[in-house]
């Protein structure tokens, strides 16, 4: 359910495309314009800039088996550069309103789970593999086949907990919701603030930010959310500049008064030059003969797994919000979606980067009136932009940006209404799936939870036919995930 109204220009008819650019994108098809599309790409880029300087910090923290360490720069520039390229791609293949980047919990799986017992060429070998598998479930039909056994409802589920799981993302990356420093100790894992208050101007940037961009939001006023995230960094900008709050680590020592990720300041120098030197360093052979083939074998299988439904999610969650599904639940050019995909996958494996995967902060440009890949031309080209602009990535604060995730998570949280919780046979996998993501931080674990307990629930009942075939094998596939560990063990 967007947010964005009619634009006062000249309305869009379907039936006549302006031009032959119109015509492609289908934005007048989809009921949009350019200037919701631009919109829409700039919200999406300013809640997903954090990642050029994130995912650098995730894989340049961790040594892989000979000790060696990933240079931050030459990691950055390379995060920069599959990500705005994909997304392009993803506007021009797939014309979805979908961006792509390194994934979070993807990359640390890389860092420090298969590095450490490798080289990260040998590593970043195994996800190309795994991206090039991925391509050929999509090219074969057999991933949009899976897709589309899915029953809708549950598709609907996945949307909503994708929504929570984006809420609860921001919550923690503002720092309003934390860890209870004794969670070992009580029964309280999580708290509100520091020790129960809002005591740090950060966490006060965020409230502020949020309560500002929901009046926006009730005021239908156009660009409520990018508004949002621009006031929400003025401010930050103000408060550092007056306060001096300083980062959330200070000489590797904890300051739970500071700021998540960014300082945001001015940087003394806006251009910079990209270090492209991690670009086809990869191997996709020397992890089999130094790990064995175990190791590798069940590092590709999570992969895949994760990658594969991670997806299937976004897809869902993103049309959903925008109103672009048919009545299966399924996207438009649905193929070239989950191809362009497998695509970033191995695409991050060559430039170093760990696999490149959709990402639901797309859905903040689809709040804003994004509908086709015009959006993924702005969001990509800025992504490139900040090869070369990279100081101008670190002003946004997590506190700004995180406004953003959480407005979407409650847009997408609307759509539980359509969901039948008196039918226990579907209503029990959607609260499973739903509430797992959150819960574990993993799409993937609610994807999972719900398809095994929807079979389940359905061979108890005694409605074996009612469960499409491939809906067997992928709940097979999901035992298997979820008892990966156990495996490894006995096989080891």
């Given at each position: 359910?967007?947010?964005?109204?009619?634009?006062?220009?000249?309305?869009?008819?379907?039936?006549?495309?302006?031009?032959?650019?119109?015509?492609?994108?289908?934005?007048?098809?989809?009921?949009?314009?350019?200037?919701?599309?631009?919109?829409?790409?700039?919200?999406?880029?300013?809640?997903?800039?954090?990642?050029?300087?994130?995912?650098?910090l995730?894989?340049?923290?961790?040594?892989?088996?000979?000790?060696?360490?990933?240079?931050?720069?030459?990691?950055?520039?390379?995060?920069?550069?599959?990500?705005?390229?994909?997304?392009?791609l993803?506007?021009?293949?797939?014309?979805?309103?979908?961006a792509?980047?390194?994934?979070?919990?993807?990359?640390?799986?890389?860092?420090?789970?298969?590095?450490?017992?490798?080289?990260?060429?040998?590593?970043?070998?195994?996800?190309?593999?795994?991206?090039?598998?991925?391509?050929?479930?999509?090219?074969?039909?057999?991933?949009?086949?899976v897709?589309?056994?899915?029953?809708?409802?549950?598709?609907?589920?996945?949307?909503?907990?994708?929504?929570?799981?984006?809420?609860?993302?921001?919550?923690?990356?503002?720092?309003?919701?934390?860890?209870?420093?004794?969670?070992?100790?009580?029964?309280?894992?999580?708290?509100l603030?520091?020790?129960?208050?809002?005591?740090?101007?950060?966490?006060?940037?965020?409230?502020?930010?949020?309560?500002v961009?929901?009046?926006?939001?009730?005021?239908?006023?156009?660009?409520?959310?990018?508004?949002?995230?621009?006031?929400?960094?003025?401010?930050?900008?103000?408060?550092?500049?007056?306060?001096?709050?300083?980062?959330?680590?200070?000489?590797?020592?904890?300051?739970?008064?500071?700021?998540?990720?960014?300082?945001?300041?001015?940087?003394?120098?806006?251009?910079?030059?990209p270090?492209?030197?991690?670009?086809?360093?990869?191997?996709?052979?020397?992890?089999?003969?130094?790990?064995?083939?175990?190791?590798?074998?069940?590092?590709?299988?999570?992969l895949?797994?994760?990658?594969?439904?991670?997806t299937?999610?976004?897809?869902?969650?993103?049309?959903?919000?925008?109103?672009?599904?048919?009545?299966?639940?399924?996207?438009?050019?649905?193929?070239?979606?989950?191809?362009?995909?497998?695509?970033?996958?191995?695409a991050?494996?060559?430039?170093?980067?760990?696999?490149?995967?959709?990402?639901?902060?797309?859905?903040?440009?689809?709040?804003?009136?994004?509908?086709?890949?015009?959006?993924?031309?702005v969001?990509?080209?800025?992504?490139?932009?900040?090869?070369?602009?990279?100081?101008?990535?670190?002003?946004?604060?997590?506190?700004?940006?995180?406004?953003?995730?959480?407005?979407?998570?409650?847009?997408?949280?609307?759509?539980?209404?359509?969901?039948?919780?008196?039918?226990?046979?579907?209503?029990?996998?959607?609260?499973?799936?739903?509430?797992?993501?959150?819960?574990?931080?993993?799409?993937?674990?609610?994807?999972?939870?719900?398809?095994?307990?929807?079979?389940?629930?359905?061979?108890?009942?005694?409605?074996?036919?009612?469960?499409h075939?491939?809906?067997?094998?992928?709940?097979?596939?999901?035992?298997?995930?979820?008892?990966?560990?156990?495996?490894?063990?006995?096989?080891?």
């Amino acid at each position: 359910m967007a947010i964005a109204p009619p634009d006062n220009g000249i309305p869009s008819d379907p039936a006549h495309p302006r031009n032959g650019f119109d015509r492609f994108f289908e934005i007048s098809a989809r009921g949009s314009t350019m200037s919701r599309e631009v919109r829409g790409g700039l919200a999406t880029f300013f809640t997903m800039a954090y990642i050029v300087v994130l995912n650098p910090l995730i894989l340049g923290g961790a040594a892989d088996g000979d000790g060696k360490k990933l240079s931050i720069p030459a990691l950055a520039a390379a995060t920069a550069l599959v990500a705005g390229l994909m997304t392009i791609l993803m506007g021009v293949v797939g014309r979805f309103p979908m961006a792509l980047a390194a994934g979070l919990g993807v990359n640390a799986l890389v860092a420090f789970e298969i590095a450490p017992q490798m080289t990260w060429a040998d590593a970043m070998g195994l996800v190309v593999i795994e991206g090039v598998l991925i391509a050929i479930l999509v090219l074969t039909g057999l991933r949009t086949a899976v897709f589309r056994s899915v029953p809708t409802q549950l598709k609907t589920a996945i949307g909503v907990g994708i929504g929570l799981f984006l809420t609860i993302i921001g919550l923690v990356d503002a720092g309003f919701v934390r860890r209870v420093p004794d969670a070992a100790n009580t029964t309280v894992p999580v708290g509100l603030g520091i020790n129960g208050k809002i005591v740090s101007w950060p966490m006060l940037v965020f409230v502020v930010g949020l309560l500002v961009t929901l009046v926006l939001v009730v005021r239908r006023v156009r660009g409520a959310i990018l508004i949002g995230i621009l006031a929400s960094t003025a401010l930050a900008i103000i408060v550092e500049a007056v306060a001096k709050v300083g980062p959330s680590f200070v000489d590797g020592k904890p300051n739970p008064h500071g700021w998540s990720l960014n300082v945001p300041k001015l940087p003394e120098r806006i251009v910079d030059i990209p270090d492209l030197s991690l670009l086809g360093n990869f191997n996709v052979l020397g992890s089999w003969s130094r790990a064995g083939w175990l190791i590798p074998l069940m590092f590709v299988f999570t992969l895949l797994i994760t990658d594969f439904f991670d997806t299937m999610g976004t897809m869902v969650a993103i049309g959903q919000e925008g109103d672009m599904l048919d009545e299966q639940g399924t996207p438009p050019r649905a193929k070239e979606i989950l191809l362009v995909d497998s695509i970033a996958a191995a695409a991050g494996g060559a430039a170093s980067v760990s696999s490149n995967t959709s990402y639901i902060e797309s859905a903040s440009g689809v709040a804003e009136g994004a509908r086709t890949g015009v959006a993924n031309l702005v969001a990509g080209g800025l992504f490139l932009l900040a090869m070369f602009l990279s100081p101008l990535s670190t002003v946004i604060p997590f506190e700004a940006a995180s406004t953003a995730l959480v407005v979407v998570g409650f847009l997408m949280m609307t759509a539980v209404r359509t969901i039948d919780w008196t039918d226990y046979e579907i209503a029990i996998p959607a609260f499973l799936t739903i509430t797992l993501m959150p819960f574990t931080y993993s799409i993937s674990n609610g994807i999972g939870a719900g398809i095994i307990s929807y079979v389940l629930l359905k061979l108890a009942k005694g409605k074996a036919r009612e469960i499409h075939p491939l809906l067997y094998a992928v709940a097979v596939l999901f035992v298997l995930y979820f008892l990966r560990g156990p495996i490894e063990s006995a096989l080891a």
